[in-house]
């Protein structure tokens, strides 16, 4: 299956700002949905963003006004615009997207490797 290949994590002080990126690689697709999901040690994952095809977008509490989804259909990639990030953002970040292959109405969704965001001073 075509991997989603994420970048971007790393550490981070409170206050700071990274931004997420999550490749398509083989294949030609396109977005459908995007989401981001966070996984902290010892946490179940949970949702952080999301986007629809339609473009919509839902944010967890936590996030709100800090965080922003968005996708770039003619780069094959969705980001993740994390903006004064707290310690409580730390966490392993996974790309989930829900790709058409150009051509065809049928989507798959596909997971990325996941990329750890560490906010800490």
């Known amino acids: 299956q075509v991997p989603l290949v994420e970048s971007g994590g790393g550490l981070v002080q409170p206050g700071g700002s990274l931004r997420l990126s999550c490749a398509v690689s083989?294949?030609?697709?396109?977005?459908?949905?995007v989401a981001w999901y966070r996984q902290a040690p010892g946490k179940q994952r949970e949702l952080v963003a999301s986007?629809?095809?339609?473009?919509?977008?839902n944010y967890a509490d936590s996030v709100k006004g800090r965080f922003t989804i968005s996708c770039d259909n003619a780069e094959n990639t969705a980001y993740l615009q994390m903006n004064s990030l707290k310690p409580e953002d730390t966490a392993v970040y996974y790309c989930?997207?829900?790709?058409?292959?150009?051509?065809?109405?049928?989507?798959?969704?596909?997971w990325g490797q996941g990329t750890q965001v560490t906010v800490s001073s």
């Open positions: 989930n997207a829900d790709l058409r292959p150009i051509g065809r109405r049928s989507t798959k969704i596909y």
């Open positions: 083989g294949g030609q697709f396109s977005f459908s949905a």
């Open positions: 986007v629809t095809s339609g473009g919509s977008t």
